[in-house]
């Protein structure tokens, strides 16, 4: 195996979860996985289904309480990458992950920066049960440093961290601009979670996967 450099992270999901990833496929089929387990080598065939283009990987693949990192193949054995994935043990208080859609938009690169406009959707009500004034959260963009905000949502601030100012004035979906300055136009951007604090409740999953956002 050789999973150790270039993994992208699927997030947390609980065992009886469908994993919904950002992995684009041409077709629902068959796909294989292998992973180390207890020093022993597993090699998996699995049937994949489609969401939007993405793959979705079935329940039960993974086991509980653990961290996973995997090589993802098509059915002849072609290397689509390598990931990796957390799953929850099965336990009644641990509730569903709230996962927002994160897109970007107006993609521009030009004389040392990147800029492009970040979206943050979570559904209505979701956006409600998890949010109130001071709810915090930190992205980063993996292989860049800080990045400069603007053009921000009302009731939305940015002091490092994302912090809702006034949830009565959040709308649905929030964001703001983003520029990275770079040295060369990037192939791809892959946002990343690094924290976040004060939700509404605590007992939430607020959860987004690695995932590329630009390529």
């Given at each position: 195996?050789?999973?150790?450099?270039?993994?992208?992270?699927?997030?947390?999901?609980?065992?009886?979860?469908?994993?919904?990833?950002l992995?684009?496929?041409?077709?629902?089929?068959?796909?294989?996985?292998?992973?180390?387990?207890?020093?022993?080598?597993?090699?998996?065939?699995?049937?994949?289904?489609?969401?939007?283009?993405?793959?979705?990987?079935?329940?039960?693949?993974?086991?509980?309480?653990y961290?996973?990192?995997?090589?993802?193949?098509?059915?002849?054995?072609?290397?689509?990458?390598?990931?990796?994935?957390k799953?929850?043990?099965?336990?009644?208080?641990?509730?569903?992950?709230?996962?927002?859609?994160?897109?970007?938009s107006d993609?521009?690169?030009?004389?040392g920066?990147?800029?492009?406009?970040?979206?943050?959707?979570?559904?209505?009500?979701?956006?409600?049960?998890?949010?109130?004034?001071?709810s915090?959260?930190?992205?980063?963009?993996?292989?860049?440093?800080?990045?400069?905000?603007?053009?921000?949502?009302?009731?939305?601030?940015?002091?490092?961290?994302?912090?809702?100012?006034?949830?009565?004035?959040?709308?649905?979906?929030?964001?703001?601009?983003?520029?990275?300055?770079?040295?060369?136009?990037?192939?791809?951007?892959?946002?990343?979670?690094?924290?976040?604090?004060?939700?509404?409740?605590?007992?939430?999953?607020?959860?987004?996967?690695?995932?590329?956002?630009?390529?």
């Amino acid at each position: 195996m050789c999973c150790d450099d270039d993994i992208i992270d699927l997030g947390c999901w609980q065992s009886c979860d469908q994993i919904k990833t950002l992995i684009s496929i041409d077709y629902e089929g068959y796909f294989r996985m292998t992973y180390i387990f207890n020093g022993a080598v597993i090699n998996r065939r699995f049937k994949g289904t489609k969401d939007n283009g993405k793959l979705v990987l079935p329940a039960g693949l993974f086991n509980e309480d653990y961290v996973t990192r995997f090589e993802l193949f098509d059915d002849e054995m072609v290397k689509i990458g390598c990931y990796k994935v957390k799953i929850y043990p099965t336990q009644e208080y641990v509730q569903k992950s709230i996962i927002p859609i994160v897109t970007a938009s107006d993609y521009n690169c030009s004389e040392g920066s990147v800029t492009f406009g970040l979206t943050f959707t979570f559904t209505p009500e979701d956006q409600a049960r998890l949010l109130t004034d001071g709810s915090k959260f930190r992205i980063e963009f993996e292989g860049f440093g800080e990045f400069n905000v603007s053009n921000l949502s009302s009731g939305l601030i940015f002091n490092g961290s994302f912090q809702v100012s006034d949830i009565n004035t959040l709308p649905t979906p929030f964001g703001c601009d983003i520029e990275i300055l770079v040295e060369s136009c990037p192939s791809e951007i892959v946002i990343k979670l690094i924290s976040y604090s004060n939700m509404k409740d605590e007992n939430l999953i607020f959860n987004i996967p690695t995932q590329i956002i630009y390529d």
